[in-house]
């Protein structure tokens, strides 16, 4: 995995990413006006969701090489401060961006104390981190521990409005982490993931960078969880800080190819797609599938989707030009 | 609280201290040799546990011989996986993306392994010392506890001479203080490390087993003793077996004095705290701090 720099003032890629991504903006945009069902709307809704916490794991996971084990945090915490914001009468715009907000500040909490270390710190942070939240959650009386917490909808139940909020979002994502990937923040970030201690000497802050992407990775799963939960109505912790959340996030960008642009959102609508199949068909053990996923990926083609066909289209290009050679 | 109550608590935090450094060493083995976090350590605890149970329940051995027996068992399943998947995984001197993405996999492969054999009820296993109590002058504490304590101790003074009077446990230390200088001596890294993942996993194994003899389980069981071994080790210090005990030390006394003034819900969340409290205040363990202290004097 090497950076492929593009200072050269050639902003070709960026360009050719941007292009890619409003022809299959508008795509998406026209798919419920094209005649799909409630169902498949609800299915692109979870998608689209899932997609937005993909691509901001991958800010920092991917880029910078910095797993976190708790991405589940900002979820819930976005999926609750707009249940609450909302049932206190806040419009349903503003309390997804306090919801986001809120997620961010979290995410200093959690990155202020471990990115000043070099190790395995801000892993194994994220791990207690998130089970001391669902803890806690579990616990809280205001907002009805274990036991959940409702919305109020105010008006009709419009699906489609929804459907848009969440694309709207997930175009957001993917425009970040195209700006982050095609800028001097995403150089500095993949420096940090190949070798942090060069990465300082070249003048690039380690400490600062690691955070800006945390906390942008955060604010946006944070958004995501006030999306689901306007559409869900019904949040629980189980539900929205559960481990399975924080894995699922995680597997993602892995499925898809970690450390791109495009590899999280193809994990993203693989597991979109297949995982209420999933549990549907193995209600205990999808996790025991997940883990098995995981392994093979990282063992077998760590590139994930986009690796795989990256060394098919090498392969493929490799063949034609002894072709044409001899 | 009175000075016989006091003493109580402090026996009991000090029994429970050895079963918490046991648990720990195999991370901090794993650890500093490869700068690998075993975040399927969890798993491993969880198999120890049921090992000894099944031993237990099959062929009616005693468990402190089904701990015993689980350590060379462990110890085969640890160079095992090396061989499969871990020596393929990119080396570095760092945590990587990939190795712990590779562990975490594994974990949540083996507790859902778990699942899928043992269900989710819960499991104890219990014996005629279970429940009976021992009392010393005015202190009483469970007769399980010592029994544990001493098995936990026995093994921990047996890492202890093998890592200072063996070639491997030479090769362990050198790989843990500077892996260059090890190879130009010779060490063969890939063996030590091999051995070394081994022994990680046996001491996860067997402290499983130690666990089960005093909590009943379940195949989630090991996730909140990992978290306890992480705040272990990063009080320690990651790569110090010393801080081990240390950090042993302080989680077991303050778990156990925290039941004093923490309502139970919130007590999982005791360990965590300590964590935060442990990289705000001293990223580089108690050890570190030890350290700092002889380098000033």
């Known amino acids: ?326 | 609280m009175n000075t016989v109550d006091f003493l109580n608590l402090l026996v009991s935090a000090l029994l429970l201290a050895g079963v918490y450094a046991a648990m720990s060493v195999g991370m901090t083995v794993i650890y500093g040799v490869m700068k690998i976090v075993n975040l399927a350590h969890a798993g491993f605890l969880m198999l120890g546990a049921y090992f000894v149970f099944e031993v237990n329940e099959r062929l009616h051995l005693d468990p402190l011989l089904g701990v015993l027996l689980a350590f060379p068992v462990f110890y085969f399943i640890g160079i095992t996986l090396h061989w499969l998947m871990v020596r393929r995984i990119p080396r570095s001197d760092q945590p990587t993306l990939s190795s712990l993405l590779l562990l975490f996999g594994l974990w949540l492969v083996l507790q859902n392994l778990g699942y899928m054999i043992w269900g989710n009820s819960d499991r104890a296993i219990l014996t005629p010392r279970t429940f009976s109590t021992m009392q010393i002058g005015p202190i009483i504490f469970p007769t399980v506890r010592l029994v544990v304590f001493g098995a936990a101790v026995f093994s921990l003074a047996a890492l202890e001479f093998v890592l200072h009077k063996t070639w491997f446990g030479r090769a362990v230390r050198v790989l843990m203080q500077n892996p260059d200088a090890g190879r130009i001596v010779g060490v063969n890294v890939d063996r030590t490390a091999r051995i070394a993942f081994g022994v990680g996993i046996a001491f996860a194994g067997t402290a499983g087993g130690m666990l089960a003899m005093m909590y009943s389980f379940t195949p989630d069981f090991g996730g909140s003793f990992m978290l306890r071994a992480f705040v272990i080790i990063v009080l320690g210090g990651l790569e110090s077996f010393s801080g081990v005990a240390i950090g042993a030390v302080i989680l077991a006394l303050v778990e156990t004095f925290s039941i004093l003034v923490i309502p139970s819900g919130y007590q999982p969340a005791v360990a965590f705290s300590l964590l935060v409290v442990a990289l705000v205040v001293l990223p580089n363990g108690v050890a570190g701090l030890w350290n700092k202290r002889q380098r000033w004097a």
Request: a positive charge; proline letters at 3%.
């Open chain 1, 1 to 326: 995995m090497t950076a492929t720099a593009t200072n050269t003032g050639n902003t070709s890629p960026l360009v050719r990413s941007a292009v890619l991504g409003i022809i299959l903006l508008i795509v998406t945009a026209a798919l419920p006006l094209a005649g799909l069902g409630p169902n498949s709307i609800r299915l692109m809704f979870v998608t689209l969701v899932w997609l937005t916490a993909s691509v901001a794991w991958n800010l920092l996971g991917g880029f910078a090489g910095q797993v976190s084990f708790g991405f589940a945090v900002f979820y819930g915490l976005g999926a609750y401060t707009t249940a609450i914001a909302y049932n206190s009468g806040l419009d349903r715009f503003a309390s997804i961006i306090l919801s986001a907000g809120v997620a961010l500040v979290a995410s200093f909490l959690i990155g202020l104390p471990t990115f000043r270390l070099k190790g395995p710190y801000f892993a194994i942070a994220t791990i207690g981190v998130s089970e001391a939240v669902r803890v806690i959650m579990t616990n809280l009386e205001i907002t009805g521990g274990a036991s959940g917490y409702r919305i109020m909808e105010r008006g009709a139940f419009n699906q489609r409005l929804h459907f848009y909020i969440a694309l709207a979002l997930a175009a957001v994502a993917v425009a970040a982490s195209m700006l982050v990937r095609y800028s001097k923040l995403g150089l500095a970030l993949i420096s940090i993931r190949e070798d942090q201690d060069a990465a300082s000497d070249l003048g690039v802050d380690p400490f600062r960078t690691k955070l800006l992407a945390h906390a942008l990775g955060a604010a946006l799963t944070g958004a995501a969880g006030g999306v689901f939960v306007g559409y869900a109505a019904f949040i629980y912790p189980q539900g929205v800080f559960g481990f399975d959340i924080s894995v699922a996030i995680l597997l993602m960008p892995t499925i898809g190819g970690v450390g791109t642009v495009w590899g999280p959102v193809i994990g993203a609508v693989v597991y979109g797609f297949v995982q209420e199949e999933l549990i549907a068909s193995f209600p205990q053990f999808h996790l025991l599938l997940y883990g098995a996923l995981l392994i093979l990926i990282i063992l077998f083609e760590p590139g994930g989707v986009l690796g795989l066909f990256q060394k098919l289209y090498y392969f493929v290009r490799a063949r034609t030009s002894i072709g044409s050679h001899s």
